[in-house]
């Protein structure tokens, strides 16, 4: 029986394939064939900007000049961050932006799939030398939750913790205050807006915590996060997300 699987399977896939070809989720285009199928199309892979050096090799900020090498920024140098490192799929602008809105804003959760395998597949090496214990989502506010009805980083976490091989822990960290889009808030009050706004359920043993998000901006949130899971007992906190807004 399992032979007769192995041969039928991919027999039946082939022609699923030619009735139905997979379109790119996020275009609608036909998705080029075979087993190594790509999750999107050629030209929306391409409009995916990867944070390129040089950049803060803390917080991934990209500098605008092409070349040199990777050094802190300057808000890492004035305040080293909480976390380790951010790993992004990509700059918050274009494809990706459009994606992540759709993720977050649209219901289109079928976009969790295609987008975090990505993230999975680029950061497999980085993630395996940390060797996370956790993924962590972070918490949308239960009003915030209950308006939107899924948490878009808990989606993307669990699409992770499948490709690494990794727990996802999603009721350990909540968010206990509402606080207003960060997006409208300057980088030194969305700092002080977040005081207080996270709160550690249960306490952590040492544990190597990867914390998953959407987008980072001027990064507040990692930063808040990150020094509750570690005064909350982690041993270290890592950060991935799906887009790392670019320099303004
Ligand atoms: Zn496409
Ligand atoms: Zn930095």
């Not at 190594?36 to 605008?64: F, K, M, T, V």
Request: with cysteine; glycine share 6%; proline share 12%.
């Amino acid at each position: 029986m399992p032979l007769l699987r192995s041969r039928l399977l991919p027999q039946l896939q082939a022609l699923l394939d030619l009735l139905l070809p997979p379109a790119c989720p996020l275009c609608g285009a036909n998705l080029p064939q075979g087993p190594d199928q790509p999750p999107l199309c050629p030209a929306c892979l391409a409009g995916i900007r990867p944070l390129e050096s040089p950049c803060c090799p803390r917080c991934a900020l990209p500098y605008p000049a092409e070349e040199g090498t990777d050094h802190l920024c300057e808000p890492c140098l004035r305040r080293p961050p909480p976390f380790a490192w951010v790993a992004a799929l990509g700059l918050y602008m274009g494809t990706l932006q459009s994606a992540v809105q759709r993720l977050k804003f649209s219901g289109a959760i079928g976009l969790d799939r295609p987008l975090a395998s990505l993230l999975a597949d680029r950061f497999t090496d980085q993630v395996r030398e940390f060797e996370p214990d956790l993924l962590l989502p972070v918490p949308l506010h239960r009003d915030r939750l209950r308006r939107r009805s899924y948490n878009q980083s808990l989606l993307i976490a669990r699409v992770l913790g499948r490709r690494w091989g990794v727990p996802v822990a999603c009721r350990s960290l909540v968010r206990t205050r509402d606080t207003p889009p960060q997006q409208a808030l300057k980088a030194d009050i969305r700092q002080r807006n977040l005081q207080g706004a996270f709160r550690l359920l249960g306490p952590l043993a040492g544990e190597r915590v990867i914390l998953v998000d959407d987008v980072m901006t001027t990064g507040a949130t990692a930063r808040e996060c990150s020094r509750v899971l570690l005064t909350g007992g982690a041993s270290a906190v890592a950060v991935t997300v799906l887009a790392r807004t670019p320099r303004p």
